[in-house]
């Protein structure tokens, strides 16, 4: 079982930038990839991006691709979005993801961190 730790969100004004973060501990990190989701309001946690562990080989949705970039830190375990032209309709909670699988619009993931929450808004 891995924990996957967040950190990063907070509120930014449309066309601003922020960075999450995401740390994962296990006694034995084996997860082929890892990958982010969000949660608007009232709506479905929806994927956003995933990256393969160990090509580094990423896929975005639609909704981000040419604005948000999926990164990862092989040393120290760790997996980073940066949020570019952020919009008010990516206000969400950002959940980091392992084992994540899928294509297309149907994803799945076996481990979530906590979530942490993006604000975009004047």
């Known amino acids: 079982q891995v924990q996957l730790i967040e950190s990063g969100g907070g509120l930014v004004q449309p066309g601003g930038s922020l960075r999450l973060s995401c740390a994962a501990f296990?006694?034995?990190?084996?997860?082929?990839?890892l990958g982010w989701f969000r949660q608007a309001p009232g709506k479905e946690r929806e994927f956003v991006a995933v990256?393969?562990?160990?090509?580094?080989?990423?896929y975005y949705a639609d909704s981000v691709k040419g604005r948000f970039t999926a990164s990862r830190d092989n040393a120290n375990i760790t997996v980073y979005l940066q949020m570019n032209s952020l919009k008010p309709e990516d206000t969400a909670v950002y959940y980091c993801?392992?084992?994540?699988?899928?294509?297309?619009?149907?994803?799945?993931?076996?481990?979530w961190g906590q979530g942490t929450q993006v604000t975009v808004s004047s």
């Open positions: 990256i393969n562990w160990s090509t580094g080989n990423t």
């Open positions: 296990a006694r034995t990190f084996s997860s082929y990839a």
């Open positions: 993801a392992a084992d994540v699988s899928g294509y297309g619009s149907t994803w799945y993931a076996g481990s």
